[in-house]
């Protein structure tokens, strides 16, 4: 029925430079029901809701709420319609009461005194709705001090307080113990029986039995299907995200004779993030690390590469024990490409030309002096052989695209001769052409001998770029798989950690 | 159960912010070095000195719980008192006089306020730029030189006494009393605790967070004023350059007071604790008989350290 | 790239401008006497603001720039003054080096913002330099030291040769070298230069010990022209030579910018108070004047920059 219906989304499309985030998704949401929402990394979970919650702007297609259409700018509009996100991130106050973060932006008024706040008032609001949602929390207390689940509900009563009809969500249970699971489905269930409606976004596939009422699931930001709880099974949920036919991608050549080993990590330890890590890595392979979203990949990564300390275990490269610095592990022959290429791989301010070199100077330049001539020999070989567009050497490189700037990434690691390389998300953002291109430059270096360890959220790309695969989750490796014994759903099931 | 008593105690110790630690153990050290630091005269004397850092130190605090900073609160009460001087001497009745000089502080305030919060340039600059402004001002308006004997009405700002108390006492309990309510109970105070410690959640909510962000220097600069009141008072006179290195003194009050940075923490008695101890040094040193110029060194030293030492005892 | 290009010919405009207006305004201003006065004023700025160039680069600062100069410098008067003519100086800018090294421990190890360890090291500089010249004034140095301020070499006065020599030195270390190359980068983007395998710790303690060491290296000229030091000369130089920094268009966020621009900057400063000098405007309008371009400048900065986010 129609007058059920606190949400609609429909056609909604969302394109970034170089990816479609949403195709024309369709999503609905009932007044009192948990609606799951699944699907991998990179599926569009994200983008849709923070369209709805105003942090971008669809390009096509329509919200409507309580039948209403509605044109949400910013999120401060979105608050006004009734929708309030719970991200994973919290978006408390830290040193505030809790009462004050409930009622942040609308103090109640303190009835004698103009100008003051009735603290008295927000507290026994506070204290009635933390109560409703059957948690015990002292409205007083500062919320820097509370734990993750206290916090959360915090947020959950947030909620509560701006009458919000519908609430979202994002991974509310990764950093909770079993038991304050049930305490947040409690509150759960009270909310919905308010007849709020409940956006729940998770990885963990049981929750969806535990909790759900319905559940969408989303591939390569598209809607695939929705069905109730009570006809879905796992098996058909899991099918349903992975379920792709898989384009022809670059053909790699597996028939590369293997050589030394590049990368031995043994009993790696970091408390609270990695444990009991195992990894080995040979010349002439691509292993490729698979996992969800905080699963610990870029964080090995980052401690292989020695960016992170690590507590326990032992990282060997090339025979040789690395612990420290990034500058230790690059004068060992490793390089590392981040995810984030702007944030932590490039500086955009600089010119290509000194991206390029910025990390190899010692080494072409040993004297201390730069000459010019010799600089802009090395860079111009590279913008050739890496097919880099730029109209010159010397454009700043905030003006690249997307492609041409991991491009200028890998020219930097490639100038280090580095023959060990990491590679976080090698071809996130970037279109379709400039990914072959990236594929077949890595299929060439491990032909000539180099090693590289790749983590990727793309299924397609792990299955098709690996010749081993370890799979990751929570923190810890799952399973190692061979190229014969990865598929799809054998990668995402150890990923989600369901061993049924 | 007295052991885990004894715990709880000696956790909240440990985490006392310097500036405790600091005041404690300058008041002994002096008490020990010298006859004179304990007496009622004395003390007094050392809460009167310090009224001027307390008032600034507590605008201060609410700035650097901003996320923000102010180095131009120095030239700015120099400014304040060349004008109160200056009206005075122009037979401007006293409580134009004094407006007019809050007015100026708040000026400066509201200057600041504006490019640090409508255009997002960098605090620490802005003021040094403002600083500059502030201090060219308050020397050509005064010629360079100092503005004296400014009469007993002026003066009663420093000596007076109301009920047996002391003016700038009486004066720097009401400030920080208004600051006290400001920043605990109402939404001003509010949200300046959240443009420290989330500025993104308090923008969420749909809050003017610019506003409020300007607001605060806004204050800062008027309790400068404030404060130029009772320096122009005690000295009987304005002097353009009087006040130039307060700020340092005042933001370390705040830092050691356990005012934080970055997270939207702070504790408003901690910052008079803080100003209170650098006061007991200033005194304390003047005491035991050193000369001024290797007061600046110590103090500057001294705070130093203090500041590292925090540092490092958080890592 | 034309971005920067644009505002290198509007500051070279401004020169011209500046030069036009006021020969008009007092004719006195274009005699050659005055001209290399001011090209001389200039360069003693312009070396100052030259180490302050290189720190900010790295998006970094140091507020301790005059402190350490007086500091330096009183060591090194006094020494001079008893016969040590060659130990004095070199003792004096072991001193700004020193001091320099100490803010980089603080910036690079402790971690403490630049701007809290380098206003901390103005007043501990400042203080010392109270304590060493207990108030007096030290003046009469022996003619040989002169040389350095008031000398002329081939008819061009020396500090103006200071300033050739220092600015092609810095434009050779910092577009010319593997070390220029990582200051730039550090300011850029320092976590991009740290998984680049940039040793920052080394580097920073390096640029701050260098502006140390050049705060001092001005100081001694400056000393030697004026013929005189007290504790209190570092006072004033910090906000013209920031200013001079800014006008040039060395970005306080760091990568962008450089040595070239802080001439330009310094010329611009000093024509404008040489000519409110001719003009007898007070000199009290000159701290006015420089704190408002301070600010002037970074607003001009934040709205045109080529920086990808600012929050």
Not at chain 1, 107 to 114: D, G, I, N
Not at chain 3, 104 to 130: H, S
Request: proline share 3%; charged share 15%.
């Amino acid at each position: 029925m129609v007058d059920d219906l606190v949400l609609r989304l429909e056609g909604i499309c969302k394109e970034f430079p170089g990816v479609k985030a949403l195709q024309d998704v369709d999503f609905d949401l009932r007044r009192g029901e948990v609606h799951m929402l699944v699907g991998e990394n990179g599926a569009g979970k994200s983008t849709l809701i923070k369209i709805l919650a105003g942090a971008h702007q669809l390009d096509t297609g329509r919200i409507v709420i309580n039948g209403r259409p509605a044109d949400i700018q910013n999120p401060a509009q979105a608050l006004g319609l009734g929708v309030s996100v719970i991200y994973q991130e919290f978006n408390l106050v830290p040193f505030l009461s809790v009462a004050q973060n409930i009622f942040l932006g609308r103090e109640p008024r303190h009835p004698k005194f103009p100008g003051l706040i009735d603290h008295a008032r927000m507290n026994a609001e506070s204290q009635a709705l933390l109560e409703s949602l059957g948690v015990d929390i002292d409205p007083w207390a500062t919320v820097h001090y509370l734990g993750v689940a206290q916090q959360q509900m915090v947020e959950v009563a947030k909620a509560l307080s701006v009458n919000a009809q519908i609430v979202v969500m994002d991974e509310p249970t990764s950093a909770l113990t079993t038991r304050e699971i049930e305490q947040l489905f409690a509150a759960i269930r009270r909310l919905t029986a308010r007849g709020v409606g409940v956006i729940y976004i998770s990885h963990r596939l049981e929750e969806v039995f535990q909790i759900g009422d319905r559940v969408t699931v989303l591939r390569d930001g598209k809607w695939i299907t929705t069905m109730n709880v009570q006809d879905a099974t796992m098996d058909v949920i899991i099918q349903a995200m992975v379920g792709r036919i898989i384009d022809r991608m670059f053909p790699r050549d597996f028939a590369i004779e293997k050589g030394e080993v590049a990368l031995t990590v043994r009993n790696l330890h970091r408390h609270g993030v990695l444990q009991d890590i195992n990894v080995t890595v040979r010349c002439g392979e691509i292993v490729g690390l698979a996992g969800l979203v905080g699963a610990g990949r870029t964080e090995l990564a980052r401690v292989i590469f020695g960016a992170d300390p690590y507590d326990a275990g032992e990282v060997t490269i090339f025979g040789r024990t690395v612990r420290g610095s990034p500058a230790a592990s690059v004068a060992v022959g490793v390089g590392f490409l981040p995810e984030d290429r702007k944030r932590e791989g490039l500086a955009l301010i600089l010119p290509l030309r000194e991206n390029v070199v910025v990390a190899s100077l010692r080494r072409l330049f040993p004297s201390g002096v730069i000459k010019r001539a010799k600089e802009h020999t090395v860079v111009t070989d590279f913008v050739k052989s890496l097919d880099i567009a730029t109209p010159s050497i010397n454009r700043m490189t905030k003006f690249l695209s997307g492609g041409t700037q991991q491009k200028v990434v890998l020219a930097k690691w490639l100038c280090t001769q580095s023959r060990f390389l990491i590679f976080d998300e090698p071809t996130r953002g970037i279109d379709v052409g400039a990914k072959a291109e990236i594929h077949q430059l890595m299929n060439e270096l491990v032909k000539q001998g180099a090693a590289i360890l790749m983590i990727s959220s793309e299924l397609p790309e792990v299955l098709n770029m690996s010749d081993r695969i370890y799979v990751m989750h929570k923190g810890r490796i799952t399973k190692e798989l061979s190229r014969e014994e990865a598929t799809q759903e054998a990668i995402l099931r150890h990923a989600m950690g369901v061993t049924t | 159960m007295s052991e885990t008593l004894w715990r709880g105690w000696a956790r909240r110790v440990a985490m006392a912010p310097g500036a405790v630690y600091a005041l404690i153990l300058l008041s002994l050290a002096f008490a020990l070095f010298t006859a004179q630091f304990l007496t009622l005269h004395n003390l007094t004397n050392v809460g009167m000195q310090g009224s001027v850092l307390v008032i600034v130190s507590l605008g201060m605090t609410l700035i650097i719980l901003s996320e923000g900073i102010d180095l131009s609160v120095g030239p700015v009460l120099g400014l304040a008192g060349v004008v109160l001087a200056l009206a005075v001497k122009q037979q401007v009745p006293l409580p134009l006089a004094i407006l007019a000089a809050i007015a100026v502080g708040t000026t400066f305030g509201a200057l600041n306020g504006a490019l640090i919060s409508y255009l997002g340039l960098p605090p620490f600059v802005v003021t040094l730029g403002t600083f500059g402004v502030a201090q060219g001002c308050a020397l050509i308006l005064s010629k360079g030189s100092s503005i004296p004997e400014l009469g007993p009405r002026v003066q009663y700002f420093y000596d007076g006494q109301i009920f047996g108390v002391r003016v700038p006492i009486i004066l720097t309990a009401i400030v920080f009393l208004t600051v006290y309510l400001i920043l605990y109970y109402t939404k001003f105070g509010t949200y300046i605790f959240a443009i420290g410690g989330n500025q993104q959640a308090l923008t969420l909510a749909g809050v003017r967070t610019l506003r409020y962000k300007a607001g605060v220097y806004l204050l800062g600069g008027s309790l400068a004023a404030t404060a130029a009141l009772v320096m122009t008072a005690r000295m009987n006179a304005a002097h353009p350059t009087v006040a130039v290195g307060l700020e340092f003194d005042a933001i370390v009050s705040v830092i050691l007071g356990g005012t934080s940075f970055e997270r939207g923490k702070g504790w408003l008695g901690g910052s008079i604790i803080g100003a209170l101890a650098i006061t007991v040094l200033r005194n304390g040193l003047t005491l035991v008989g050193m000369s001024s110029s290797w007061q600046v060194s110590t103090v500057g030293l001294v705070i130093i350290l203090a500041i590292v030492a925090d540092a490092l005892r958080r890592i | 790239m034309s971005h920067m290009w644009f505002s290198s010919l509007a500051r070279l405009a401004t020169i011209v401008m500046l030069l036009v207006i006021l020969s008009v305004l007092s004719p006195p201003f274009l005699s050659l006497q005055n001209l290399i006065n001011v090209v001389r004023q200039a360069s003693l700025l312009f070396l100052l603001a030259s180490g302050l160039t290189v720190v900010i680069l790295t998006s970094g600062i140091d507020l301790s720039i005059g402190s350490v100069l007086a500091l330096s410098a009183s060591i090194a008067a006094t020494l001079i003054k008893q016969d040590w003519i060659w130990v004095g100086p070199l003792i004096g800018l072991l001193v700004g080096a020193g001091c320099g090294f100490l803010n980089g421990l603080m910036v690079a190890l402790v971690g403490l913002p630049p701007f809290i360890a380098t206003y901390g090291m103005l007043w501990i500089a400042e203080g010392f330099a109270v304590v060493f010249m207990k108030g007096e004034i030290i003046g009469g140095f022996p003619s040989s030291f002169r040389f350095l301020g008031a000398g002329h070499i081939v008819g061009i006065p020396v500090p103006i040769l200071g300033m050739v020599v220092t600015l092609s030195a810095c434009l050779f270390a910092l577009r010319r070298t593997n070390f220029g190359r990582y200051v730039y980068m550090i300011g850029a983007n320092r976590e991009a230069a740290r998984l680049s395998g940039i040793n920052i710790r080394g580097n920073l303690l390096l640029v701050y010990s260098l502006s140390g060491f050049i705060s001092a290296f001005a100081g001694l000229l400056f000393i030697s022209r004026i013929g005189a030091v007290e504790s209190t000369i570092g006072e004033p130089l910090l906000l013209p030579a920031l200013a001079a920094v800014c006008i040039g268009g060395t970005s306080l966020f760091g990568g962008e910018g450089g040595i070239g621009g802080t001439v330009v900057g310094a010329l611009i400063l000093t024509l404008v108070t040489n000519g409110m000098n001719m003009l007898n405007v007070s000199s009290y309008w000159q701290s006015l004047l420089m704190g408002a371009i301070v600010v002037l400048s970074v607003a001009v900065d934040q709205l045109g920059s080529a920086r990808v986010e600012r929050t």
